[in-house]
T-cell receptor, first 112, second 111 residues
Framework: DAGITQSPRHKVTETGTPVTLRCHQTENHRYMYWYRQDPGHGLRLIHYSYGVKDTDKGEVSDGYSVSRSKTEDFLLTLESATSSQTSVYFC???????????FGPGTRLTVL | KQEVTQIPAALSVPEGENLVLNCSFTDSAIYNLQWFRQDPGKGLTSLLLIQSSQREQTSGRLNASLDKSSGRSTLYIAASQPGDSATYLCAVLNAGNMLTFGGGTRLMVKP
């Protein structure tokens, strides 16, 4: 398995609070991605990074921000969590944009 | 906007059957197509990657084909086993570095 960990694995929070999810990789891959998975919508890209301090928006980026200060860490922040952000969040990594993506175990986030 | 469809949504077969899962996409300008497996409550496991210039890829009992011009891919699973039970997802990579996923096929292989 690709060396990808996500923390926390489960989180329950309240509407309006900030939340940060962390993705950590030991593969030294250049590309890192954040997806969310929802019933009826499948997996959708939130943001991705193509290098340290280099990020771009995905399909569903509103309400989310990301940061990548080191190759191995990619943080996803919900500035003010809403119930619509209740979801399972997956991090993925890849060494090239056109190569395989490898996924982490996911974080289940519940916003009450 | 790329759309990816997987048919059937669910499939139940007896152990030992050969089976085919289908994936179709609306925009043929893809860089690659990837098949994943997802077990309940788990992350995605990459099964096969087919680059846009390739026609098929094989790994063990799995064979994936790609017909880019018609916007179709199939995942063939030979001699299915109960351990193959999972949801299978296909995803295509377009310009913009975005993987677009299908809704998945939930497979149950009965002993």
């Amino acid at each position: 398995d690709a060396g990808i960990t996500q923390s926390p694995r489960h989180k329950v929070t309240e509407t309006g609070t900030p939340v940060t999810l962390r993705c950590h990789q030991t593969e030294n891959h250049r590309y890192m991605y954040w997806y969310r998975q929802d019933p009826g919508h499948g997996l959708r890209l939130i943001h991705y990074s193509y290098g340290v301090k280099d990020t771009d928006k995905g399909e569903v980026s509103d309400g989310y921000s990301v940061s990548r200060s080191k190759t191995e860490d990619f943080l996803l922040t919900l500035e003010s969590a809403t119930s619509s952000q209740t979801s399972v969040y997956f991090c993925a990594i890849g060494d090239r944009v056109d190569n395989e993506q490898f996924f982490g175990p996911g974080t289940r986030l519940t916003v009450l | 906007k790329q759309e990816v469809t997987q048919i059937p949504a669910a499939l139940s077969v007896p152990e030992g059957e050969n089976l085919v899962l289908n994936c179709s996409f609306t925009d043929s300008a893809i860089y690659n197509l990837q098949w994943f497996r997802q077990d309940p409550g788990k992350g995605l496991t990459s099964l096969l990657l087919i680059q846009s210039s390739q026609r098929e890829q094989t790994s063990g009992r799995l064979n994936a084909s790609l017909d880019k011009s018609s916007g179709r891919s199939t995942l063939y699973i030979a001699a299915s086993q109960p351990g193959d039970s999972a949801t299978y997802l296909c995803a295509v990579l377009n310009a913009g570095n975005m993987l677009t996923f299908g809704g998945g096929t939930r497979l149950m292989v009965k002993p």
